[in-house]
């Protein structure tokens, strides 16, 4: 997921003719799945998906956010509904942008403000040339100013881990394209990898599943209500089941069938045993002294994909490691991004 966050702290300044303008300073974690923006003092003031609806003919927006979310799979001909941000990168450039602008200004309002300083997080993989696509398209925006983060340093300081001690933290933030893997200490990666394997995959996953058992062809947003109700990668004791609907494959006709959580530990078992492999390729990776703190504190799995049931008990039992979710998982990229950029901003005024 390409994920930027956002964080907003207002100064009020004197411009030359004497008039007040509130500077603003945002972070924006913008994610494949979604898009969040932080405000100092307020917190994450604006989570919508990142999904543009757009007229073909006429090449007009013609809705962004949960109103488009709701058109996916839904929509006549010339209108299409697409998430322009694809495994953590920008896949429609201008789109992408528009997107931008649109969540800047509903988080700050259409005041007279100077052009923000805005933070955006990116997954550690990216290369420069994303990485400057992530800024362009960020300036032409509004952007005054742009930082970029990289996403495991962000999800650390969300999930309220002290980043600047020389002490070894390793940091599993999983998003809707990308899982950023991550041991951090004194401030930066130590050792990194991100992999394009993330909560879309495990919709994906389901499909799939549905499809090969069951001869039932269901949508995006059905799979991510199974993920999201019963979708489970361990087994837990608990077996739930759910009604599920869609199109019999060999009739043509709509059906429904009852999936149950034990199902999706098949469905699901390939993408999550891949990011638990990506997990053990860092920690191989990893100085011993590092190593050892990792063991000794653990593993913190951040973003959406985090909440996915049987994910701490599958990489504890893989690894031997104590795994813990953190607080707020879904937000911790949001927040770490928006106080990272508080911080520049004090580095700044000191200066």
Known sequence: MIKCTVCVHNKLQEDERGTRMVSTDIGIDLGT?????????????????????????TNKIKAIGEEARLMLGRTPGNIVAVRPLRQGVISDYTVTEKMIKYFIQKAIGKKNFRKPRISVCVPSGVTEVEKKAVEDATYNAGAREVTIIEEPIAAAIGAGIDIARPCGNMIVDIGGGTADI?????????????????????????????RK?????????????IKIKIGSCFPNGHNETMDVRGRNLVTGLPKTVTVSSEETEDALREPTLQIVEAVH???????????????????????????????????????????????????????GTGKFVEFLSGKRDDD
């Open 33 to 57: 799945a979604s898009i969040l923006v932080y405000i100092k003092g307020k917190g994450v003031v604006l989570k919508e998906p990142s999904v543009v609806a757009f007229d073909r003919d």
């Open 182 to 210: 991550a041991v951090i200490s004194l401030g930066g990666s130590v050792v990194s990898t991100s992999i394009k394997i993330a909560g879309d995959d495990f919709d994906e996953a389901i499909v799939r599943y549905m």
């Open 213 to 225: 058992k069951h001869n039932l062809l269901i949508g995006e947003r059905t799979a991510e209500d």
């Open 281 to 335: 390729s860092v920690l191989e990776k990893t100085p011993p002294e590092l190593a050892a703190d990792v063991a000794d504190r653990g593993i913190v799995l951040t973003g959406g994909g985090a909440l996915l049931r049987g994910l701490e008990e599958l990489l504890e039992d893989r690894t031997g490691i104590n795994t813990m979710t953190a607080e707020q998982p879904m937000t911790c990229v949001a927040i």
